[in-house]
């Protein structure tokens, strides 16, 4: 039987993998080597009907499970950035899928990574527990690498993601409207809506009021603020708060990307299979996984608008995909 740990894991792009990895593994003729330790509060798929248990998320409750349970498993992947409790006999394959916990021994005197910083203590005290860690990117081996957790050899890029999604049924790109830019991402703070908000105030002064499109819920109020602020002064920016991403990439013209930090950056690969042109922070996290048809410095609000500027007036390349989905090889691992 193969464990597959998913405790912890239970909204946002997370959830969104580990439903696209059960999914998968449904449809293999394995299907029934598996069993799933989940989160209470994730959203099972309704296919999942047995060879499952959910326990609270808490750590005690995981060390319970594994105490009682450490000689049923022949192989374990722990799909929440963490690993097992306990040091097992068997291979143990651990998903690390969030670089900002990579980044909390770096900020560990900033108060906003103090939860970060302790989650990343728990995962350096249990690395020795896991064989492997499995990332997405190269920026995220450099990660651990950087950090001592593992060498190069114990980290396996595979990347996966839903790549059905977005492919066909999008508008031809020179049919879109020419001014509308999206940027489909909650409020936290690495995904930069101050500096993009000062880029379109820097545009409006010059005389530009391209079309923006947001998704900003309750915890942004500041962002929300500031966008009424800038509408009211002839800005055109409309927060969806929540929308299908493809009602928009399927039907604008580019997606502007100004986050500082991304452990994958899936939204590039979800633009450009809509037929999108990508305009992006120039960090490795972007290059990565596509090749953008253009870059600015995200901390840079001229460099944004002159972007933004260059979009508008000429034609741009078009973005292409770097990376590709090998959700195959790593079931695939896990069975052999």
């Known amino acids: 039987m193969i464990l597959i740990d998913a405790l912890y894991i239970n909204k946002g792009g997370g959830a969104v993998l580990l439903q696209y990895l059960i999914e998968k593994i449904l449809e293999r003729p394995e299907k029934d080597d598996f069993f799933f330790l989940l989160d209470p509060r994730f959203d099972k798929p309704a296919a999942l009907n047995k060879n499952f248990i959910v326990i609270p998320n808490k750590m005690a409750d995981r060390i319970r499970f594994y105490k009682l349970r450490r000689n049923d498993y022949s192989k374990v992947f722990c799909f929440a950035n963490t690993p097992p409790p306990l040091k097992l006999k068997v291979p143990v394959y651990t998903y690390s899928h969030n670089q900002k916990l990579l980044e909390a021994p770096k900020q560990k005197f900033n108060s906003k990574y103090l939860k970060l910083y302790a989650k990343y203590l728990v995962i350096k005290l249990f690395n020795k527990n896991t064989d492997y860690y499995i990332v997405q990117t190269p920026h995220m081996v450099q990660e651990l690498t950087g950090l001592g957790l593992k060498d190069t050899a114990h980290c396996l890029q595979i990347p996966f993601y839903d790549d059905r999604k977005y492919i066909g049924g999008h508008k031809p790109f020179n049919e879109r409207v020419k001014d509308e830019f999206v940027f489909i991402s909650n409020p936290s703070p690495q995904k930069n809506h101050t500096t993009l908000f000062d880029a379109w105030e820097y545009l ?6 391209p079309k923006l499109h947001l ?45 500082v930090m991304e452990s994958f950056g899936l939204p590039l690969i979800e633009a450009v299979d809509s037929g999108m042109k990508v305009i992006a922070s120039n960090m490795d996290y972007v290059h990565d996984v596509v090749v953008p048809s253009l870059v600015f410095a995200p901390m840079d609000k001229v460099s944004i608008a002159v972007s933004v500027i260059k979009a508008l007036t000429s034609e741009l390349p078009e973005s292409k995909i770097k990376t590709r989905n090998e959700v195959d090889r790593l079931v695939s691992l896990l069975v052999s």
């Open 215 to 259: 998704t900003i819920d309750a915890t942004g109020p500041q962002y929300i603020a500031r966008m009424n602020e800038l509408n009211a002064r002839g800005a055109r920016i409309v927060n969806h708060v929540y929308v299908d991403p493809r009602e928009l990439y399927f039907t604008c013209p580019f997606l502007i990307f100004p986050s």
């Open 204 to 209: 409006l002064e010059k005389g530009f009021t």
